[in-house]
């Protein structure tokens, strides 16, 4: 299962980003979409995640300026992002997991980076 990450890019502190990501293959079941980030230096964290009816979780610093929300019919998720900050910087990993075919798989999309100016 393919994974591909949209809408990186370069905005001032206070600004907006969307992140989109979407899922390739046929036959897909996802139980979870998530989105993921690691800053220079980091290990990558999570930022927050949605199953597939609609649940999500934000980790504490997201929470209140990010939403993350799923277009089940067309495997995608999205990740707005409101209010960011230059310690947003890094670079924005998609996540999922579920059932193909009666086999399990856990898919990483490659990436994109936000830049966060000051």
């Known amino acids: 299962v393919q994974l591909q990450a949209f809408g990186g890019g370069l905005v001032q502190a206070g600004g907006s980003l969307r992140l989109s990501c979407s899922a390739s293959?046929?036959?897909?079941?996802?139980?979870?979409m998530g989105w993921y980030r690691q800053a220079p230096g980091k290990q990558r964290e999570l930022v927050a995640s949605?199953?597939?009816?609609?649940?999500?979780k934000y980790e504490d610093y997201v929470k209140g300026r990010f939403t993350i929300s799923r277009d089940n019919a067309k495997n995608t998720v999205f990740l707005q992002m409101n209010s960011l900050k230059p310690e947003d910087t890094a670079v924005y990993y998609c996540?999922?997991?579920?059932?193909?075919?009666?086999?399990?798989?856990?898919?990483w999309g490659q990436g994109t980076l936000v830049t966060v100016s000051s």
């Open positions: 293959g046929s036959g897909l079941s996802i139980s979870n």
């Open positions: 949605v199953t597939s009816g609609g649940s999500t």
């Open positions: 996540n999922a997991y579920g059932w193909r075919g009666g086999t399990g798989f856990d898919s």
